[in-house]
């Protein structure tokens, strides 16, 4: 044995088995950019060990900011797999310290933690090389408040649904064109991607990639299963790549995140 082992011994280790259910998750820093108003944005996703399970964590012990306030915005609802840059957590320009997200799952407790150290600075707001920068969302009409980047924009109001009744969700979203990667003589890439975000029940959605008209609208359908608050999120993701390629991670431009409250009654 030790003869082999000066020797360059081959070791070989069985592959992590697929676990469809039954697995924690892990919050992830993705890192932090500057905002225009002089703020800064620290940005979080998660990575669900479970290849088909989603999971429900309410804010609370189980899922929790600290110190102060334990909700900053996070997720209830966990995709499976590695989610990249779901949400972010304004901080001022001077905030010093740690801010960290804790998980715990299947009884596993995971934390990780928030900073604003210089070599964690990344660019979610203009792709440098390029130009490049994120879609810009609006809820309510076409002039209402627009938001970039993966803090991205809040509605100002709820929705209203009523249980195992569809309700009409709308977007509107716009790109600046610049291609990232692309040939001139190639379409620009472009779109948008629904999710439950958090909420009592399971969503169902008429289409999760609703396409925008010229105005830059786009609507969809959800059906909700429970009565109670639910936010959905809408991803808008542009020639930096589709949904997959965001969450392969590695580059954090150019997406918007959108977060859509809706109240839903018996």
Known sequence: MAAAGAAGQDVRLDAPIPHVRGQSVSPSFEGWYRNP?????????????????????????????????????????????????????????????????????????????????PEWEIDALQEVTSGNTPPVVRFGSADGEPGQGQYGVRSGSAVRAVVSEPAQIAVWAIDDGVRKRRAADRPNQFGLVWSKYRGPGAVAFETTS?????????????????????????????????????????????????????????
């Not at 010229?214 to 936010?231: E, I, L, Q």
């Open 37 to 117: 108003d002089g703020t800064r944005s620290l940005v979080f996703g998660y990575f669900n060990r479970n290849y088909d399970e989603h999971l429900d964590i309410p804010v609370g012990p189980d899922n929790r900011f600290e110190p102060g306030t334990a909700d900053r915005g996070q997720p209830t609802h966990f995709l499976p797999r590695r989610q990249t840059g779901m949400f972010a957590v304004v901080v001022p320009a001077d905030f010093e310290g740690r801010l960290t997200w804790s998980l715990t799952a299947y009884g596993e407790t995971i934390a990780i933690p928030g900073h604003l150290r």
């Open 210 to 266: 609703p396409e925008t008209d010229d105005a830059g609208k786009a609507v969809t359908t959800a059906t909700f299963d429970a009565p109670g608050r639910y936010v959905l999120r809408v991803l808008a993701w542009d020639d930096s790549g589709g949904q997959a390629a965001i969450m392969a991670g590695g580059f954090f431009c150019c997406w918007t995140n959108g977060y859509l409250t809706v109240d839903v009654e018996e």
